[in-house]
C-alpha cells in the first residue's frame, strides 16, 4: 500500500468528550480482567493502543458515570471481537467464523453461552444487565442493530470463500452496521430522560439521520485503517474496493472516499433539519421532543468525536504486526476447532 495524503475531513459540528473519562476508564479495565478478554502482555497493548475509553466518551459525551462505564464494556467487548474475526488470520476459517457469530446472536436470544469462551460470557452478562427493565422497543431496536453488526462478519466471511469483491453501494450497505454506530447510538437513549417512541426512533428523518452519520464515520475509519488492513489481509475496506475497481492509485482512491464522507455530512445535516419538521408534523410532547433533538445532537457530535479519536490512538498503526503481516494480538478463544 503506497503512502498518502490524509484527507482534511471538514466538519461544521462540536467535538464533545465525557467528564467522566477518568473514572470510568479503570472501570473498564476491571472487567475486561474479570473477563480474561485481554489475558497477554500483547492482548492487553492491543487494547491500550485501540483507546476504546476514549473512543466511548466522544460517542457517549453526555452520559452519566453508570452508563458511560456500561458503554465502554460493550465497546471493549466489540473491538476484541472485530480485531479476532478481522486481524489474527480467521479468514481461512470462514465456517468456524460464521458458527462463532451464531453463537453470539443466539447469545443475544437468551440461550446460554457456549463452553468456556471469554467473549460469550462476556456478552452473556453485558446484555442481561443492559436489557433488564428497559422497553421491548428499544430492546428490538438494539438487537436488530448489533445483529446486524455481527452477521457483517458472516457476510464477509462467505464473501472471502468465494473470492468475490463486492460493489461499492453493496458494501455501504452492510458496512453502516460492521462499524457499530447504529448499536452505539441506541445505546445513548439510556441517557434520555425518556425512550423515543418507535414513530421518532424509526421516521424518515431519524432513519437518514443514522445512515448518513454511520456510514461517515465508516469512511474515515476506512481511511485510517486501510494501510494496515491491506496488510494483514483484510480487503473489504473502501478505498480498496474504489481503487480496484476504478482502477486508479491509492490517493485517488483515499479523495473519492473524502468526497463520499463529505456527501454524508451534508446528508446529516439535512435531516437534522428535515427531523425538526417531522417532529412538528407529528405534534410530539415536549419531552420527546426534547430528547430526540439532543439525540440527534450526539449524533452530529459524533462524527466530529471519532474524527479526533481516530487521529489520536494507534490502533491503526503497523508497528505490532508480525513479518507474516498478521497481528495474532489475542488468544484464538473465540471460535471452534
Known sequence: MAD???????????VECNPYLEQASPAMWAWIDTYGLAPTEKARARMLRTGADLSGAHVWPRADLGML????????????????????????RPQARVAAIDELCDILRGQPAPGPSPVARALSDLWARTSVGRPI????????????????????ASLSALGTTPRLDAYLGWRMYSVGMPWLWDLDELRLPVFLPDSVRM???????RRAGAV????????????????????????????????????????????????????VVTARQE???????????RQIRAAASDYADNIA?????????????????????????????????????
Open 4 to 14: 498518502f495524503r490524509m484527507p482534511s475531513f471538514d466538519l461544521p459540528f462540536p
Open 69 to 92: 462505564t456500561t458503554g465502554l464494556q460493550w465497546l471493549a467487548l466489540t473491538f476484541r471481537i472485530d480485531d479476532q474475526m478481522d486481524e489474527d488470520g480467521l479468514t481461512e
Open 137 to 156: 422497543a428499544w430492546r428490538n431496536a438494539f438487537l436488530r442493530h448489533f445483529r446486524a453488526f455481527l452477521q457483517s462478519y458472516a457476510t464477509e
Open 203 to 209: 421516521c424518515g428523518p431519524m432513519y437518514r439521520l
Open 216 to 267: 461517515h464515520v465508516a469512511l474515515v475509519n476506512d481511511v485510517f485503517s486501510v494501510h494496515r488492513e491491506t496488510l494483514v489481509g483484510y480487503q473489504y475496506n473502501a478505498v480498496t474496493i474504489i481503487r480496484d475497481t476504478h482502477h486508479c492509485s491509492v490517493q485517488e482512491a483515499v479523495d473519492r472516499v473524502a468526497e463520499l464522507a463529505d456527501a454524508h455530512v451534508h446528508a
Open 275 to 285: 427531523l425538526s419538521e417531522e417532529l412538528d408534523r407529528q405534534a410530539v410532547p
Open 301 to 337: 457530535a459524533n462524527l466530529s468525536g471519532q474524527l479526533l479519536w481516530h487521529s489520536s490512538v494507534e490502533r491503526y498503526a503497523v508497528d505490532d504486526l508480525q513479518p507474516s503481516g498478521r497481528s495474532a494480538s489475542y488468544p484464538d478463544d473465540l471460535l471452534r476447532g
